[in-house]
């Protein structure tokens, strides 16, 4: 998530020099067509206008549902916040001995709320990773230099800014070396997380450290915690679909083919400087359909490790902060700084 007030024109030329460079040549060369009279054919404007204002209503429409995808994403991820601080919560203050008739050791007690708190906190760093897992319509999985370009983006703005040191062992961490290992082995190791607290819920239950009431709002908060999984998952896996992705693209480029056709000439008429004013108009034009047509492209996938993504690794941090202060803890990580102008 980019955090700064604005993005520095240096870095939005960056993002797009080489666009800016093939747009230049294209609108040169055509214009020195006709400054030459090499050709003397021209388009009409108002055709032109007409397709221009259809290109940008449909790249408006595309840009619109790509923003939905990256504010839902990030809906699901606030959810995931209260509900866990809901968990941490209801774990410090249900289990306990006031239901056994055999209470057990304090110490034991807190060795529970510490293995339920604790493999939440594993649940949310393995979801994170999970959806770090780049699919094949995301930029980093494309060939050529799309895939480059993208993992530089991931390299100097993305997750590289952290280089994912902080996720390498957060279930080595937080679950027990046997169950981390069992875990580990499953197709979808955050399900099983969640699976497992259950079991243990069930155990809690049998043991008459906790009622029935609280092992059913417990269980609900599991519920909940598969539901907001599973809209992460939704998002991640069903891309924005490509028939409107693909053809806001060629519409872009055909009407920035078609532009200078009828642009250049209709400025080139004017007196003195017209050959060098319709050059730069050209690619100005052509430049903002482009950037439109990119922010909705890199927008629309929530999840690729780049600089638009969900601050997942900030919020993750944050939760774990809140859970383990619930349990006493005074020894805590330092919460995660943004780097660059990007938090991740």
Known sequence: MIITKGIPLRRIIGWSWHHITWLSVFML????????ELLKVSLPWLPISVIGTAVAFYTGFKNNQAYSRMWEARKIWGGIVNDSRSWGMMVDGFVGNQFNDSPIPDQDIAAIKKRLI?????????????????????????RGSIGKQAKMYQEKFGV????????????????????????????NTVTQIINQQSRDLREL????LIDDFRHMELAKLL??????????????????????????????????????????PELMQSEGLGFWVSVPTAVLIGWVYIMMELVGDYSENPFQGMANDIPMLSLCRTIELDLREMLGETDLPSSVEAKNGVLM
């Open 160 to 187: 590289g800014l952290v280089n994912d040191e902080t996720t390498r062992t957060e279930l080595k961490q937080f679950l027990p070396e046997d169950e981390h290992d069992r875990l580990i082995g499953y197709v």
């Open 223 to 264: 519920k909940s915690f598969y539901t907001l999984q599973g809209k992460n998952e939704r998002i991640k896996k069903f891309p924005l679909p490509r028939q409107y992705a693909n053809m806001s693209f060629y519409f872009v480029g055909i009407f920035i083919f078609l532009l200078p056709f009828s642009m250049i």
């Open 205 to 208: 239950r049998n043991l008459d």
């Open 29 to 36: 060369t055509v214009a020195a067509l006709y400054y030459f």
């Open 118 to 142: 604790y493999r939440h906190i594993g649940w949310l760093y393995a979801h994170r990773s999970q959806l770090l897992i780049p699919t094949s319509w995301e930029h980093a999985s494309q």
